[in-house]
């Protein structure tokens, strides 16, 4: 059975830390180490608010979140910026595909990486919005 450990931001969130682990280099690397997180079987973001690692915690457990799925791009930037910071690469690149689509949209500086990433994880509809920006 996996051990089930915590995070706090202001209100406690039970999840597996090998989960987290699986998702993020980050994470991986609190829980090899004899690190505080690891060794009090928690970790303590004070910078992020509770709502923000729920979303984030959705995605990474079920694909997708309310926020990515409502288009909302102060939820979409602030999901992109944990992404970053904690390398998790499936939410940056959901995250760049909604951007791609709503009002961030294509530009000559993101074209190239939007076409690899909806390449290579079949996101159709950003192929379409970078064929739409490259045949203007």
């Given at each position: 059975m ?6 706090i931001c202001y ?5 597996s830390f090998?989960?987290?682990s699986a998702?993020?280099?980050v994470?991986?690397?609190?829980f ?6 690891n060794?009090?079987?928690r970790?303590?973001?004070?910078d992020?608010?509770?709502e923000?690692?729920?979303?984030v915690l ?6 997708t979140?309310?926020?990515?799925e409502r288009?909302d ?5 602030t999901?992109?910026q944990?992404a970053?910071?904690?390398?998790i690469?499936q ?7 909604v951007k791609?689509?709503?009002?961030e949209?294509?530009?000559?500086d993101n ?7 909806a ?7 950003v192929?379409?919005a970078?064929k739409d920006?490259c045949?203007?």
């Amino acid at each position: 059975m996996a051990k089930r450990n915590s995070i706090i931001c202001y209100l406690l969130i039970y999840c597996s830390f090998a989960f987290l682990s699986a998702q993020s280099p980050v994470f991986a690397q609190m829980f090899e180490h004899p690190t505080k997180e690891n060794l009090e079987g928690r970790i303590e973001i004070e910078d992020m608010e509770t709502e923000t690692m729920a979303e984030v915690l959705c995605f990474l457990y079920t694909g997708t979140s309310d926020g990515l799925e409502r288009n909302d791009m102060e939820t979409v930037v602030t999901l992109h910026q944990v992404a970053d910071r904690y390398l998790i690469e499936q939410l940056g690149v959901r995250c760049r595909a909604v951007k791609a689509l709503t009002a961030e949209g294509v530009t000559e500086d993101n074209v190239t990486d939007l076409w690899e990433e909806a390449e290579f994880y079949k996101l159709e509809e950003v192929k379409n919005a970078v064929k739409d920006f490259c045949w203007k």
